[in-house]
């Protein structure tokens, strides 16, 4: 790609330059931390163009008086032809205005950078591991999956973008009681499909006899009720027909419960695939546990005298008669701001799910240089813990801990007409992301999930999410670029085209309209440094909310127009404007896995 500095890159560095000068000149001293130092635009655009900091936060290390240290830096940075004026506000901060080219410059900069126009090479190729999703494999995908599978997408496109390497990571949770449970379910359906139906020796298959009564079980051995495994069970019947009937349950769980988890990974990916999702690695918990993955974690832990054999504190709160303090491996996770130790084991040997985690993310730091997971709400408790192991096994022997960061995502209410809305239970007890999509569509679900913050309460409300009108944001932005399509091909009907020939025949409405795209290099690295893709929405909303409010000047005042018949050389410009402005939804709608359409 064409590096080309965008407006912020550049001044910035202006900025520094700037100081160099009075370094140079002995005004300021050597050697100064320049790391706070910013340069964004002013909250209130009548202020200026661009504002910066560097007074204020160098004044102390300088010993001088940041208004004094603010008129110095001024009077270099007047020096350039860019900048119009500069103006010294409040103790010290420097707002700057610059000259109407500079912005007509970086229209062209979009122009000449097309697709890549916010590209970074922030990352520096880092290996950033982004999980998400990490469903258990029991069923298709549903709604509560939905919202931290776009977030993680969307995070990933982002990372990408501004100069990391990304691993997408799906970790498949196959080694706990819910798969066996999966396995049991299959089985029925498997027995069904060979006509038993409650007629079983209670030896064989009690708890199925039991099951077939009480469909609806909640219990701790409920078996999942979906009609969803019928297909499932069906394909296994052409494969083994009666033979799996003819085995003891020991025989016939594995090697059902690996058929099951394959057919449900199946359709999660295809359930995944209708949101434009795929993972690079589908990590499986029970390999990582028959790879000894759990013991060579705990072997290292021990070694670096991170975990220790001791007793649980007995649970807090209300006295638990039959408490009995058990002797159990702990790791030592008070050492990272954690409230008490967390065992790995339980009392029978096997792994706590924090053990079998804590491994898994052992395994993941290997080949990454950060680690994000994105988690559901509900797993809020145990963050603490894991990172707490993270930095643990990532920063011993003086090492820097590797970064790692868990976003939280909350569930998503349905809404329809002002109600809760519930589907068909074809699934189960849940509605499907399937459904979801085939009835508003996959653009729509993306961009709703990432309209406000993750932590967030989000109501999906089926009646909005499709409502032409300025009120649904989807809508609002796709309709922007839908405008400005629709603008284009009526121009070049009428025999105008854009071109950058005349844009000083722009005026001040337009550059507002310029002043905001410039921002978007900007914004996409302080979202990917922050892990918070919903800020390309945000921005995507600013942006059509600012070009719609253009558009409808010419409701009233048909000189503001885009095409003004009479006006070739303004069209065209006015043309090459609006064509940018649709590059960048482009842009913004492609990190989001969200497509620009063409009319409305």
């Not at 004094?68 to 860019?82: H, K």
């Not at 209670?202 to 199925?208: A, I």
């Not at 969803?228 to 799996?244: H, N």
């Not at 909310?545 to 009233?556: I, Q, R």
Request: overall charge negative.
């Amino acid at each position: 790609m064409t590096q080309i500095a965008t407006i912020h890159a550049a001044f910035a560095g202006h900025v520094h330059t700037a100081l160099d000068a009075l370094e140079a000149a002995g005004i300021l001293p050597a050697g100064l931390n320049r790391a706070p130092v910013t340069l964004e635009p002013p909250r209130d655009p009548a202020h200026g163009d661009l504002a910066t900091n560097a007074a204020m936060v160098l004044a102390k290390g300088a010993g001088m008086n940041p208004r004094a240290l603010a008129e110095a830096l001024v009077g270099e940075l007047t020096r350039l032809d860019a900048v119009i004026a500069a103006e010294i506000a409040g103790p010290g901060f420097i707002n700057l205005r610059l000259a109407p080219e500079v912005w007509l410059a970086e229209l062209r900069a979009i122009a000449a950078l097309g697709a890549d126009y916010g590209r970074s090479a922030m990352g520096g190729g880092s290996v950033v591991n982004v999980e998400y999703v990490s469903a258990n494999p029991t069923g298709p995908m549903h709604m509560g999956h939905c919202r931290g599978a776009v977030v993680g997408d969307a995070l990933a496109s982002l990372l990408e973008f501004s100069g990391h390497k990304v691993i997408r990571e799906y970790y498949v949770n196959d080694a706990g009681g819910q798969v066996d449970q999966l396995a049991k379910s299959v089985f029925l359906r498997y027995a069904q499909q060979l006509g038993h139906e409650g007629n079983f020796t209670t030896d064989q298959f009690p708890w199925l006899n039991s099951l077939f009564v009480d469909w609806e079980n909640q219990g701790e051995n409920a078996l999942y009720p979906g009609d969803y495994l019928v297909p499932v069970a069906k394909r296994l019947t052409e494969l083994r027909g009666q033979e799996l009937l003819e085995l003891g349950i020991d025989d016939w769980l594995p090697i059902v419960r690996r058929f099951a988890v394959a057919a449900m990974l199946d359709q999660i990916k295809d359930d995944l695939a209708l949101l434009g999702i795929h993972h690079d690695l589908f990590s499986s918990e029970a390999e990582l546990q028959a790879a000894g993955k759990p013991e060579q974690a705990e072997e290292w832990l021990r070694a670096h005298d991170l975990v220790y054999d001791g007793q649980l504190e007995a649970p807090k709160g209300k006295a638990v008669e039959d408490w009995e303090p058990v002797e159990l491996p702990l790791f030592r996770s008070t050492r990272f701001g954690d409230d008490q130790d967390r065992p790995i084991r339980k009392s029978d040997g096997s792994w706590t799910y924090f053990g079998a985690d804590l491994a898994y993310h052992f395994q993941k730091a290997a080949s990454a240089d950060a680690l994000v997971d994105i988690w559901g709400a509900d797993h809020a408790g145990t963050v603490k813990r894991i990172k707490a192991a993270v930095a643990a096994m990532t920063g011993a022997e003086g090492k820097a801990p590797k970064p790692f960061e868990v976003k939280l995502v909350q569930m998503v209410q349905l809404m329809k007409g002002g109600q809760p809305f519930k589907m068909s239970k074809r699934a189960g007890n849940f509605v499907t992301l399937a459904d979801v999509v085939e009835m508003v569509g996959k653009d729509v679900v993306r961009f709703t999930m990432l309209t406000r913050k993750p932590e967030a309460q989000m109501d999906f409300d089926f009646d909005k999410v499709v409502e032409a009108s300025k009120d649904n944001p989807v809508f609002y932005v796709q309709y922007a670029h839908a405008r400005i399509r629709s603008t284009l091909r009526k121009a070049a009907a009428e025999g105008f085209a854009p071109a950058p020939d005349d844009l000083d025949l722009l005026g001040e409405e337009e550059l507002a309209l310029v002043k905001l795209a410039a921002q978007f290099p900007r914004l996409v690295e302080a979202a990917a440094a922050a892990r918070e893709p919903h800020r390309v929405a945000f921005f995507l909303h600013d942006l059509a909310a600012a070009f719609h409010a253009y558009w409808n000047l010419g409701n009233d005042r048909p000189e503001k127009r885009f095409i003004v018949a009479q006006d070739g050389k303004l069209t065209a410009a006015r043309l090459y404007l609006a064509s940018q402005i649709g590059q960048l939804v482009r842009n913004g709608l492609a990190l989001l896995g969200v497509e620009a359409v063409e009319e409305m």
